[in-house]
């Protein structure tokens, strides 16, 4: 594995050895092989989440970490993001972790910078998230062991989710039965692009569903032309107890990349309970699984010049 | 001058034969099998090369004025040279815009009479879409015809009436058919691929739904006009339809069209970016049978260069555009014609008679006694590696970079004057 850019771009067997090694980390059976290494979070896009992650899990491994602001980087003052990324390879940075607003942006850098520095995306556009995928696969492992043949249904701005779409590529890979739930202007484009299935009812779309993965759904969306008030996707989309206990199944696991929307996709009441608990070990997960991915990228030779 | 043994291809009067041509003062003299030469003259030997009448570009962008770092009036006419054409026809969307007589004067002094060069004029002044040009001053000026390239006129009123006001002075307007409103922020098709990519779309009625609204309009005044790059099945559909009813409409596709789909753009490369998007597999199945059966007139290279800087951008802002003139007769020829899907005389007749045709553009797209030698030499079966590197123009980026093309430009003879290519 050379960088994360996305899902489909790694194979099963990637994703099964972070798995083992988050796994390992998790439990203290393993030790760092980057210690002292560099790692730079560059997050051009609003994200406390999941930069606070990739800083824990780096100093837990013992690594070096320049936090990349934006607002204060060079970015912003018109410099190209492969000139930073070559120069930050030039002052001893091995892995840079991208969080940014357009899609496929790693994938435009990686075919400009000439220097062997690691990519891992952070969250990129609309395209992918993969460490995201990384653990909420994790979290559905320990609680069900498999996903195989499971119901997942992922409900919300489906259209404009990046969790969604590494998501739907890892546990396709597992086999998982895959439903997507979201009113027809927050659904994908074409239906053609994933081999899922499409939902615009909630309740057809939960029922018996092992897993309920709600997407926030930014009020802004509705203010957008074409779209209805947020108040009218509450009504129809909201996931609550009731609807869940009504129709889900009876073990069913809630699972939400946050930051969550409280009373708009999801209830309050069913947050704060039992069932919202996933959501923070999903929170804890991530640092053991970005973890993995990191000691993965830099275990090897590689190192700065 | 004397050519000797080569195959005549002239699409204007569907000749294709062995033939020599005699060229004397930049006229073509004679034009009839073994030809003998008079002493002194300089006779080249063409056995197994293919003469056709000089290609003719209806569509290109040569960025000049405004642009020139992306490409001047030169350096396009050179590239255009390099890729076979002897006359080309830059659209208006220059800074500023070639909707007044003093910048068409310029940009006709800036190309030198080296190549022959048909501008065409704005349809609106600035391509605002609100206020039409003084064309009948542009046409005595040299406009070929009116486009707003690069802005559809979305202003119905303002297309009908320039329609019939253009039409009335015999010159066409050449449509950019698109609807705004669903182009908006887009950046490749919409399909399985920009879902996928998280790309924002453009869906392929953006161009066919701008056709349908067009096409009405034209069929109510029985005007005359031409649609620009054609992209999508749906749009073929509709021309061809109009065809039908016999509509006096024409329209063009550019070679990227039947050469490439949103399949190459999967690793977000802004090389492949152009406006119309690239489309379907079935899109470009269509495009080659609306080719076949003549829906398709013309094939125009819409070459609109930009600076690599811009084409290595994040693909969302990079500009919209392909370097078309060097790649363009060999991929007609790769694609088109060595695979049984035109016939080579068909194939160059959209590439010369046609789009001479469509604009009325005298002395080229034929070989005729008493014409202005206007010829292209082509080799049909010479293999060759595209390289943008040796681009003649500007624009050294290429979504065709590497890829092996069949069928050649050999010499481009401009007014009696060789240029060897490839040199
Ligand atoms: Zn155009």
């Given at each position: 594995?050379?960088?994360?850019?996305?899902?489909?771009?790694?194979?099963?067997?990637?994703?099964?050895?972070?798995?083992?090694?988050?796994?390992?980390?998790?439990?203290?059976?393993?030790?760092?092989?980057?210690?002292?290494?560099?790692?730079?979070?560059?997050?051009?896009?609003?994200?406390?989440?999941?930069?606070?992650?990739?800083?824990?899990?780096?100093?837990?491994?013992?690594?070096?970490?320049?936090?990349?602001?934006?607002?204060?980087?060079?970015?912003?003052?018109?410099?190209?993001?492969?000139?930073?990324?070559?120069?930050?390879?030039?002052?001893?940075?091995?892995?840079?972790?991208?969080?940014?607003?357009?899609?496929?942006?790693?994938?435009?850098?990686?075919?400009?910078?000439?220097?062997?520095?690691?990519?891992?995306?952070?969250?990129?556009?609309?395209?992918?998230?993969?460490?995201?995928?990384?653990?909420?696969?994790?979290?559905?492992?320990?609680?069900?062991?498999?996903?195989?043949?499971?119901?997942?249904?992922?409900?919300?701005?489906?259209?404009?989710?990046?969790?969604?779409?590494?998501?739907?590529?890892?546990?396709?890979?597992?086999?998982?039965?895959?439903?997507?739930?979201?009113?027809?202007?927050?659904?994908?484009?074409?239906?053609?692009?994933?081999?899922?299935?499409?939902?615009?009812?909630?309740?057809?779309?939960?029922?018996?569903?092992?897993?309920?993965?709600?997407?926030?759904?930014?009020?802004?969306?509705?203010?957008?032309?074409?779209?209805?008030?947020?108040?009218?996707?509450?009504?129809?989309?909201?996931?609550?107890?009731?609807?869940?206990?009504?129709?889900?199944?009876?073990?069913?696991?809630?699972?939400?990349?946050?930051?969550?929307?409280?009373?708009?996709?999801?209830?309050?009441?069913?947050?704060?309970?039992?069932?919202?608990?996933?959501?923070?070990?999903?929170?804890?997960?991530?640092?053991?699984?970005?973890?993995?991915?990191?000691?993965?990228?830099?275990?090897?030779?590689?190192?700065?010049? | 001058?004397?050519?000797?043994?080569?195959?005549?291809?002239?699409?204007?009067?569907?000749?294709?034969?062995?033939?020599?041509?005699?060229?004397?003062?930049?006229i073509i003299t004679e034009f009839s099998p073994n030809l003998k030469s008079n002493s002194n003259e300089e006779t080249i030997d063409l056995e197994g090369k293919i003469i056709t009448a000089g290609l003719?570009?209806?569509?290109?962008?040569?960025?000049?004025?405004?642009?020139?770092?992306?490409?001047?009036?030169?350096?396009?006419?050179?590239?255009?040279?390099?890729?076979?054409?002897?006359?080309?026809?830059?659209?208006?969307?220059?800074?500023?815009?070639?909707?007044?007589?003093?910048?068409?004067?310029?940009?006709?002094?800036?190309?030198?009479?080296?190549?022959?060069?048909?501008?065409?004029?704005?349809?609106?002044?600035?391509?605002?879409?609100?206020?039409?040009?003084?064309?009948?001053?542009?046409?005595?000026?040299?406009?070929?015809?009116?486009?707003?390239?690069?802005?559809?006129?979305?202003?119905?009123?303002?297309?009908?009436?320039?329609?019939?006001?253009?039409?009335?002075?015999?010159?066409?307007?050449?449509?950019?058919?698109?609807?705004?409103?669903?182009?908006?922020?887009?950046?490749?098709?919409?399909?399985?691929?920009?879902?996928?990519?998280?790309?924002?779309?453009?869906?392929?009625?953006?161009?066919?739904?701008?056709?349908?609204?067009?096409?009405?309009?034209?069929?109510?005044?029985?005007?005359?006009?031409?649609?620009?790059?054609?992209?999508?099945?749906?749009?073929?559909?509709?021309?061809?339809?109009?065809?039908?009813?016999?509509?006096?409409?024409?329209?063009?596709?550019?070679?990227?069209?039947?050469?490439?789909?949103?399949?190459?753009?999967?690793?977000?490369?802004?090389?492949?970016?152009?406006?119309?998007?690239?489309?379907?597999?079935?899109?470009l199945e269509a495009v080659i049978e609306g080719l076949k059966d003549g829906t398709l007139d013309a094939i125009a290279t819409d070459h609109a260069p930009h600076t690599v800087a811009e084409k290595q951008?994040?693909?969302?802002?990079?500009?919209?555009?392909?370097?078309?003139?060097?790649?363009?007769?060999?991929?007609?020829?790769?694609?088109?014609?060595?695979?049984?899907?035109?016939?080579?005389?068909?194939?160059?007749?959209?590439?010369?008679?046609?789009?001479?045709?469509?604009?009325?553009?005298?002395?080229?797209?034929?070989?005729?006694?008493?014409?202005?030698?206007?010829?292209?030499?082509?080799?049909?079966?010479?293999?060759?590696?595209?390289?943008?590197?040796?681009?003649?123009?500007?624009?050294?980026?290429?979504?065709?970079?590497?890829?092996?093309?069949?069928?050649?430009?050999?010499?481009?003879?401009?007014?009696?004057?060789?240029?060897?290519?490839?040199?």
């Amino acid at each position: 594995m050379e960088h994360l850019i996305d899902i489909q771009s790694i194979s099963k067997q990637n994703i099964e050895d972070i798995i083992y090694l988050a796994k390992s980390f998790k439990e203290g059976k393993q030790e760092s092989s980057v210690k002292s290494k560099t790692l730079a979070l560059m997050f051009c896009e609003n994200s406390t989440r999941t930069r606070c992650s990739f800083e824990i899990a780096g100093q837990k491994l013992g690594m070096n970490i320049i936090n990349f602001d934006d607002a204060h980087s060079s970015l912003s003052k018109g410099e190209s993001l492969k000139d930073t990324i070559e120069n930050l390879y030039f002052i001893g940075v091995n892995a840079v972790v991208i969080r940014h607003s357009l899609s496929g942006i790693i994938n435009n850098v990686l075919r400009l910078v000439n220097y062997p520095i690691k990519f891992v995306n952070g969250g990129d556009g609309t395209h992918a998230h993969p460490s995201q995928a990384l653990l909420d696969y994790y979290t559905m492992l320990e609680k069900m062991g498999t996903v195989e043949n499971k119901k997942i249904t992922i409900v919300g701005d489906v259209s404009h989710s990046r969790v969604a779409k590494s998501n739907i590529a890892l546990l396709s890979k597992f086999n998982a039965d895959i439903h997507l739930c979201a009113p027809t202007y927050l659904q994908f484009e074409n239906f053609e692009a994933f081999n899922v299935k499409y939902h615009n009812d909630i309740k057809e779309a939960i029922e018996g569903a092992n897993v309920v993965m709600v997407l926030r759904v930014q009020n802004e969306r509705h203010e957008q032309e074409g779209y209805p008030e947020s108040s009218e996707y509450k009504r129809l989309y909201e996931i609550d107890t009731d609807l869940l206990k009504k129709y889900a199944d009876k073990n069913v696991i809630l699972m939400h990349p946050g930051p969550a929307n409280r009373n708009i996709e999801v209830s309050s009441e069913l947050l704060d309970n039992r069932v919202g608990k996933t959501i923070l070990e999903q929170a804890q997960n991530g640092v053991y699984v970005r973890m993995a991915i990191l000691n993965t990228l830099l275990k090897g030779g590689n190192h700065a010049s | 001058m004397l050519l000797k043994n080569a195959t005549v291809i002239n699409p204007a009067e569907n000749f294709e034969g062995k033939s020599d041509i005699r060229i004397e003062n930049g006229i073509i003299t004679e034009f009839s099998p073994n030809l003998k030469s008079n002493s002194n003259e300089e006779t080249i030997d063409l056995e197994g090369k293919i003469i056709t009448a000089g290609l003719v570009d209806m569509h290109c962008h040569l960025r000049e004025p405004g642009f020139t770092a992306k490409e001047t009036i030169k350096t396009g006419i050179s590239s255009a040279i390099e890729g076979g054409y002897t006359a080309i026809c830059p659209m208006a969307n220059t800074n500023p815009a070639v909707d007044n007589v003093t910048t068409l004067i310029y940009t006709k002094n800036q190309a030198e009479q080296k190549i022959g060069f048909y501008p065409i004029c704005a349809v609106t002044k600035g391509l605002y879409g609100d206020k039409l040009v003084n064309v009948s001053e542009l046409i005595d000026n040299g406009a070929i015809a009116f486009s707003d390239d690069g802005k559809p006129i979305e202003n119905m009123h303002l297309l009908r009436e320039a329609i019939k006001y253009i039409n009335s002075h015999n010159k066409v307007i050449i449509s950019h058919s698109e609807d705004s409103s669903l182009a908006s922020g887009g950046v490749i098709n919409e399909g399985k691929i920009s879902t996928r990519l998280g790309l924002k779309g453009i869906p392929s009625i953006t161009e066919s739904l701008a056709i349908a609204r067009e096409l009405e309009i034209v069929k109510s005044i029985n005007g005359r006009y031409h649609f620009a790059h054609i992209s999508a099945k749906r749009s073929i559909e509709l021309i061809r339809q109009a065809k039908k009813e016999g509509l006096n409409v024409t329209a063009e596709t550019a070679p990227h069209y039947f050469s490439l789909t949103e399949d190459d753009m999967v690793d977000y490369d802004a090389k492949y970016k152009v406006n119309p998007p690239l489309r379907t597999k079935e899109d470009l199945e269509a495009v080659i049978e609306g080719l076949k059966d003549g829906t398709l007139d013309a094939i125009a290279t819409d070459h609109a260069p930009h600076t690599v800087a811009e084409k290595q951008k994040p693909i969302q802002n990079a500009p919209m555009g392909i370097s078309g003139f060097e790649t363009a007769l060999g991929l007609t020829l790769t694609n088109l014609v060595h695979t049984g899907k035109l016939s080579l005389i068909a194939a160059l007749g959209k590439l010369n008679y046609n789009p001479a045709k469509i604009l009325g553009i005298e002395n080229q797209g034929i070989i005729k006694i008493g014409a202005e030698a206007n010829l292209t030499i082509i080799d049909l079966n010479e293999e060759w590696i595209v390289n943008a590197q040796n681009f003649k123009s500007k624009c050294r980026i290429s979504p065709f970079d590497g890829f092996k093309l069949k069928g050649k430009v050999k010499m481009t003879i401009i007014n009696g004057k060789i240029y060897k290519i490839g040199k």
